[in-house]
């Protein structure tokens, strides 16, 4: 089987919805933007506005937890994130913009507990 320069960015049929291929150390500075204002490492990766924005309610009338890209994951805790996943693998991440505690999940069990992972997750970091 032959691969050109193209092939890597379509991984299934329904590839637009997902096939984000990163790393996790790249997933956790881009949630570590998300928590800090826009900053990873001592770099502005994202603005401040754009992250709040990214977590503004977008049509508050039909729905209030999603934003722009970003859901309230757990309205009682108030973390915001995102989740994914595809036959064979399940991933969350979300932060609480308060505190700047956040939790990334990434398993290779496509019908995995995420959202009890998730909390069980967020409440260690809270502790630490």
């Keep these: ?22 790393t996790t150390r790249d997933m956790h500075r881009l949630l570590t933007a998300f928590a800090d204002d826009g900053v990873a490492n001592g770099h502005q990766l994202l603005g401040a506005s754009t992250v709040e924005l990214m977590r503004t309610p977008q049509i508050p009338e039909i729905d209030a937890t999603v934003g722009l890209h970003m859901f309230l994951m757990d309205e009682d805790e108030g973390l915001w994130g995102h989740d994914g996943g595809e036959e064979g693998v399940a991933t969350i991440m979300a932060f609480h913009p308060q505190s700047k505690v956040g939790a990334l999940i990434f398993t290779n069990q496509g019908d995995a507990d995420l959202e009890t992972l998730l909390a069980r997750a967020w409440a260690l970091g809270e502790r630490l």
Excluded: I, V
Aim: glycine share 10%.
């Design 1 to 22: 089987m032959s691969c050109d320069a193209e092939s890597w960015r379509t991984t299934f049929t329904d590839y637009p919805n997902g096939g984000l291929r990163s």
